[in-house]
DNA sequence: TACCTTCGTTCCGTTTACGGAACGAAGGCT
DNA sequence: AGCCTTCGTTCCGTAAACGGAACGAAGGTA
């Protein structure tokens, strides 16, 4: 597009952001980078200039990669910030009974968060495998009753309550009282 | 991408959805394809065939367009709920020193919940009156050391740590840490 | 040691998105 | 009528994004 020598951004958001926040989403699911191009069905070398913000990817390549992340293309667009647009609620992951929308991401560099909102329809019960080590999630509770965490020793909180638990191990998530249960929940990711 | 023959899609959302929204905002201004072109520094055939859905953009392409158009990208890229036809700016608070960005609200009735992210840069500083009877705050910190809660009895914090109080009495928000402070704030209002 | 696998990067030929130019259509003006 | 401007699309040569293959490095196993 820009056919000038000095090859200037010309762009508000500089494509190498948006290829560290890759990577970062990558790694912080233990993923190679050949697995994840593997299952996005692009090319290692695509995947490589994306995250090196060598290239300039179009939105096809965008989309593959996102949607293999389990992410909304949001994450990867939008720094983080004041100012920043409303995040696209884009309900995602985790499957069938419980309803995850990730609200934001958080790229620290050493540590990356996510935060989700959860909704889980009353009796429902929803297991998450295994992270890998130094995972934690640490959950806000707005309504209802919710019982979470490690499945041989589940947390229990009501409304106004926190619960936190590494998530190295496989956990669930359950809405055993007569109501919905609604949530805000951080998953905190180290650099393995 | 997709060496097949046909030239099958192979994307969750329809390009033709992309365009289609670029097309609808632009009319909404009054521009023309020309203008829009012109303004945003990319060729008319580019900007036609975006949206046409004909082309697949790049990042740079839809950067140049959205910035022109003065929307973030998340306008064109995920479907506009019924009640969002325009992206409105984001409601921040507070004012000088503590950026809150409203995340989300749940009105449940009989209670009221906001969702926030706030971000300190180190060392400020902010009092917040008090609220009604019955306010209640709850923190998680992201990132930094935050020292937040009733000025006679404040709470410190850091990274995952969670933080809670009554905000019927003068309170307030501090970044004592040499880091800048990363959260997310709930604030629980019961009807009065 | 040798051998094998997997890592991320780089090379390379193909495909395609890019901007400029040319196009016909549709008004506006004298 | 003629002439001009602007509209959106299409043609076309160039630049670059693409996937596949080859690469060296690092770690595991025998």
Redesign the interface.
Known sequence: ??SSPARRP????D?RD?GRRVRALREARGLSLSELARRA??GKA?LSGLENGTR?????????VT?QLGV???AI??E?????????A?PVMHGTAVAATL??V?D?GD?T?E?Y?LDLPAGTEQVSPAHHAGV?E?L?V??GTLRAGPLDAPLTGG??D?L?WRSDVPHGYAAPGPDDV?A?L?I?YPRP
Chains 1, 2 share one sequence.
């Open positions: 597009m820009d010309a762009l508000d958001t494509p948006v069905g692009v695509t300039n990817p179009t939105l096809e390549t965008l989309w593959a949607a909304p293309m949001t667009l939008v983080a910030g004041p100012g920043a647009p409303e995040p696209a884009v609200l934001e958080f620290d540590v968060y935060l909102r934690t640490h806000t707005f309504a409304p106004g926190h936190s609604r805000t951080l905190r």
